[in-house]
C-alpha cells in the first residue's frame, strides 16, 4: 500500500465537529454572495456572467491553461469559500478550471497567513519554486507541468495577469469590489463562527450520546452476558 490505512481511519474519526463547523461557514458565505450579487445585479447563474466567463477563458483551465475536459473540471473559487479566505460565489470569482489545479490550490486557500500573496489565486500562481522554502508540494505541482523555470515563471505570470484583466471587466470589478469590502469584514466573524459551531457540535453530540448511554449500555451489556 502507498498509504496509511490507520491515519486514514483516524482523520475520518475526528472531523466531525470541524464538519458542522465548516457547514455553518458556509452557509453564512453563500448567504453573503446572495446578498452582494443582489446589490450589484449579476449573478454566478445569470446568462451574462456564463457569457463573460466563457467568452474570456473559453474551454481552458484559468490556472494551467490545458483544455478542459468534461470528466476532469471542477467550479473553482478564485478567493476560496472557507473562513480562511472568506471567498464569496459571486461574478469575477466563480470560474471552472481543471480538477488538479483546484485540488492543489487548497493548499494555499487553507493556510491561516499566506507569504506569497494576499489572495489564495494569487498565491497558487506565485509558487514558481524560488519563493519557497523546499519542500513545496505545489511547486512540485506546477514544476510537473512547467520543468523549465524560465517557461514555468512566464506562464504563471501571464495566468495571474490575465485573471486580473478578468476581474477587471466593468460589469464584474463591481461585484469584487463589493466582496472585498465584505471579506475583510467577514474574516474575524467566520473564525468565530467556525469555533462556537465545534463547541455546539461538542456539546450537543454528547448531551444526545448522555441520554442515549443507558439505554444502549444496558441492552449491550445484556448482549455480552448472553
Known sequence: MTFDPSKLLRKATSRAKSDVANKLVSMMLHELSRRVTKTVGLTVNGEVYSKLAT???GTRCPYCNKELVAKHVAVEHL???NR???GLHIPGNVVIS????NREKRADDQRAILTLAQSGWESFLSHDS?????????CEYWEAIFPDLATRKKHL???AERILEFRNIPQIATAIKASLVTQEAARKMLEDLY???QKYAHSRINSFADSLSPQFEGRIGGMIES
Open 55 to 57: 467568452g474570456f477563458f
Open 195 to 197: 469555533r462556537e459551531g
Open 79 to 81: 478567493d476560496g469559500m
Open 84 to 86: 480562511r479566505r472568506a
Open 157 to 159: 505570470s501571464q495566468a
Open 98 to 101: 481543471c480538477s488538479d489545479c
Open 130 to 138: 524560488e519563493r519557497c522554502v523546499r519542500p513545496c508540494r505545489v
